[in-house]
């Protein structure tokens, strides 16, 4: 009998092993095969831009090539939601903003997902301003004027949005609190579509980050009235904050983040979080960031997951001085 118990102690313990070292193995392979970066947004927006200054850098440090795939709809949660029911294999991940991450959650009564129980952050990729902004056929030059020129006018002005719930969305809600104007939201499914219509005249505003708003306003395409951070951003370097301008006491600072599946294991996180400090430590890439008016602000899985936990109770408290409540 102690015979017997020994060979099936033997063979469990092999048997254990050889999964030990099958399962090892595929971790030090990983990765193996592309890697797919969700966007939960249309292409030619502010998340689309910014992964494109990434890729390159990163396909170099991970050995394969990295896919983008944009699934558009509800502020980023249609794409939220698919990577949070995807396999957590480190093979598809979520790239986010402030509004997909942070304010969803606390502006739908039913948000499909839980940000911290749902998802294992990754790392920060950056932060940025936004950059108020008007169709050039709006009269105004200044955002006193523009103050202004909306109580002049009730109900006259509409505004732009990536879609309900985003940060592009509550930011003119937080104006209009502030000042006590009046503009009719219009929601669109990301970004691009809403520079569409801005720069088209079927909207007259829009609060969105500063490199996709740089790169418009350069062009001549629109106006640029101020900027949300403490300070000017280089992109903008003539455009005053908001603070400066004295009609709000408004100061935002989106950020932009990428996440895996939860369940996601700690190996792969590791590697993968590594892989974007090596991209955002980039001389190049760091150059091109702020040239655009985004700061390169790389966090560790970690430290990503504090700040969002963190970050959190904060926007939940900004939507609820809003009124901004979505079903």
Same mark, same amino acid.
């Given at each position: ?81 698919? @990577? ?16 997909? *991450?942070?304010?969803?959650? %606390? /502006? ?13 952050? /990754? ?9 108020? /902004? @008007? ?11 523009? /103050? ?11 505004? +732009?949005?990536?879609?309900?719930? +985003?940060?592009?969305?509550?930011v003119p809600e ?5 000042? +006590? ?12 579509? %809403? ?6 005249g079927h909207v007259?505003? *829009? ?5 996709? %708003? ?7 395409? @629109? ?45 792969? @996180? ?26 390169? %602000?790389? *966090? ?10 963190a970050e959190m ?15």
């Open positions: 009998m102690a015979m017997l118990i020994s060979l099936r102690t033997i063979r469990t313990f092999l048997l254990l092993a050889s999964s030990f070292l099958l399962f090892g193995g595929a971790q030090a392979a990983y990765p193996d095969k592309p890697i797919k970066i969700i966007i939960g947004f249309p292409a030619g927006g502010p998340l689309d831009a910014h992964i494109r200054l990434l890729v390159d850098k990163l396909q170099n440090t991970l050995g394969q090539p990295i896919i983008i795939d944009f699934k558009s709809g509800a502020g980023g949660a249609v794409g939220a939601q698919f @990577v949070a029911q995807s396999p957590a294999d480190g093979y598809t991940l979520l790239l986010a903003n402030t509004g997909t *991450m942070v304010i969803n959650p %606390a /502006i739908y009564t039913k948000s499909p997902y839980d940000t911290l129980k749902d998802f294992q952050p /990754i790392a920060r990729t950056a932060q940025q301003p936004l950059a108020l /902004i @008007v169709n050039n056929d709006v009269p105004v030059q200044t955002l006193k004027q523009l /103050i202004a020129y909306a109580k002049a006018h009730p109900g006259k002005l509409n505004y +732009g949005s990536a879609g309900n719930g +985003g940060i592009s969305h509550l937080m104006l209009k609190t502030e000042t +006590g104007i009046f503009m009719v939201h219009i929601p669109f499914k990301g970004s691009a579509p %809403a520079f569409t219509d801005l720069i088209a007259q505003f *829009m609060a969105e980050s500063v490199p996709q %708003a740089a790169n418009y306003a350069k062009q001549g395409k @629109v106006r640029a009235l101020a900027v949300t951070s403490a300070k000017r951003n280089p992109a903008l370097p003539n455009v005053p904050t908001v603070l400066e301008t004295g009609v709000a006491n408004l100061e935002v600072v989106g950020f932009y983040g990428v996440l895996a599946p939860k369940g996601t294991p700690p190996e792969l @996180v590791n590697r993968l979080s590594q892989a974007f400090k090596e991209t955002l430590d980039s001389p190049e890439v760091q150059k091109k960031m702020i040239d655009q008016g985004a700061d390169p %602000a790389y *966090m560790s899985a970690e430290q990503f997951t504090r700040y969002l936990t109770p904060r926007w939940e408290n900004a939507v609820k001085q809003a009124g901004a409540k979505l079903d």
